[in-house]
């Protein structure tokens, strides 16, 4: 069976930090790019960071420049979002996908260019 499983989230203060998994089963994603996604209440889905296959990562979310970073471990076949300085704007469902093209993107279309979907992690930042 093919799985994307997102774990790591949680409930954590303001200026706190969380690191998230994504853990791929039935594939590997070593020629895959692999993004990041979130989705907050009565908000529209939004990527934020994206790594491609050869290792390059694409920041797509200013409000998280500097203070998320994104790495994989295809030895894990495992891709992990390091998310520092948590802020309450920051509470979303965090989603991984994965790109067959290797290369990263995020359009409106996200649902469509990319290929597997976690069921996402919850990210409360809150006091």
């Known amino acids: 069976q093919l799985q994307l499983v997102e774990s790591g989230g949680g409930l954590v203060q303001p200026g706190g930090s969380l690191r998230l998994s994504c853990a791929a089963s039935g594939f590997t994603l070593d020629y895959y790019a692999i993004g990041w996604f979130r989705q907050a209440p009565g908000k529209e889905r939004e990527g934020v960071l994206c790594i491609s296959s050869s290792g390059g990562s694409t920041n797509y979310a200013d409000s998280v420049k500097g203070r998320f970073t994104i790495s994989r471990d295809n030895a894990k076949n495992t891709v992990y979002l390091q998310m520092n300085s948590l802020k309450p704007e920051d509470t979303a469902i965090y989603y991984c996908?994965?790109?067959?093209?290797?290369?990263?993107?995020?359009?409106?279309?996200?649902?469509?260019?990319?290929?597997?979907w976690g069921q996402g992690t919850q990210v409360t930042v809150s006091s």
């Open positions: 996908a994965v790109r067959r093209t290797g290369v990263c993107a995020m359009t409106s279309r996200s649902a469509l260019i990319y290929d597997y």
